[in-house]
């Protein structure tokens, strides 16, 4: 029995033609139908494997029985999201017919471009591995930037970390000013804060009063904490031009500690409330005037 036909079909010879056209020259590596089609499949093949990968970690994050925490699942996905994409690039420009000489020369050229007009990219690139790899910071917690702004981290990309605000803000922040400034994280190890009010009465109140305005005024609101240790207090803190500086000192849950102006709002709520009550005041600005009297001569 003749198989010739069977593995030589008339088909086969034809792709085999058409997979040898070539579309363009870049030197010498010629670009042929194979080669292109090739590298479609390789970074097709890398989507999925891509897909793949997020699917599994987003089961691992639903599942009771890793190891590892969220945040941690959250950073080792995206380390391998890029090591996934930097090997299938890697295959596609060989499929090309670029080989290692070559992509050194790609090397020294992107060298190039980096050192041109490239290094806030590279920069924020290199940021964004070193805060994945040392989970400084980690999704879902409570940040505030050196500029004064704070909100919750919601996603850590390879160039910026995306933050959101409690006004439901967006902010986009590059990774190499998280690495390079001063960065405060609220919710890195210890779940509680501690929060101070500023508050104000005139010279003469009762201080004893004051504080026992305070405390009735932070009993009033509850705190998720239960540690006699970090109790309540009212503290004296200077002499103002028009009466005494107090600051009520509580210690809040996360819930209250990533809110801290709806927080701080409403015990400056309790505290009116409590003042009035007592009949303490809050003082106003005042200016004496003093008028002399004479005749112009």
Do not use: C
């Amino acid at each position: 029995m003749d198989f010739s036909a069977f593995w030589n079909p008339a088909w086969l010879i034809t792709f085999q033609q058409t997979a040898d056209i070539e579309i363009f020259s870049l030197g010498s590596i010629t670009i042929t139908v194979g080669r292109l089609l090739f590298a479609l499949g390789i970074i097709l093949g890398t989507i999925v494997v891509v897909r793949i990968n997020n699917r599994i970690f987003q089961r691992l994050a639903h599942s009771k029985r890793t190891v590892l925490s969220e945040s941690g699942l959250y950073a080792l996905s995206r380390i391998l999201l890029y090591f996934w994409w930097a090997l299938g690039i890697l295959f596609a420009l060989h499929a090309f017919g670029l080989n290692f000489s070559s992509l050194a020369l790609f090397g020294g050229a992107v060298g190039i471009g980096v050192g041109l007009g490239l290094q806030t990219t590279f920069s924020n690139f290199v940021s964004g591995v070193v805060i994945l790899l040392e989970k400084t910071i980690k999704v879902g917690d409570y940040v505030e930037l050196e500029s004064g702004a704070s909100g919750r981290v919601s996603e850590i990309n390879v160039r910026y970390t995306r933050m959101t605000t409690n006004d439901a803000e967006d902010i986009i922040v590059p990774n190499s000013e998280i690495i390079n400034n001063k960065l405060s994280n609220w919710t890195l190890h210890e779940p509680h804060r501690r929060i101070h009010v500023p508050f104000s009465v005139a010279y003469g109140s009762d201080k004893d009063v004051v504080r026992e305005a305070g405390l009735a005024a932070a009993s009033t609101i509850a705190t998720e904490m239960n540690d006699p240790e970090k109790a309540p207090d009212v503290w004296l803190v200077g002499f103002g031009d028009n009466g005494l500086q107090f600051q009520l000192v509580v210690w809040v849950g996360k819930k209250m500690a990533t809110a801290p102006a709806r927080t701080q709002a409403r015990y400056l709520w309790a505290l009116e409330d409590a003042l009035r009550e007592r009949g303490l005041v809050v003082p106003f600005p005042q200016r004496d005037i003093r008028i002399v009297s004479g005749s112009v001569s």
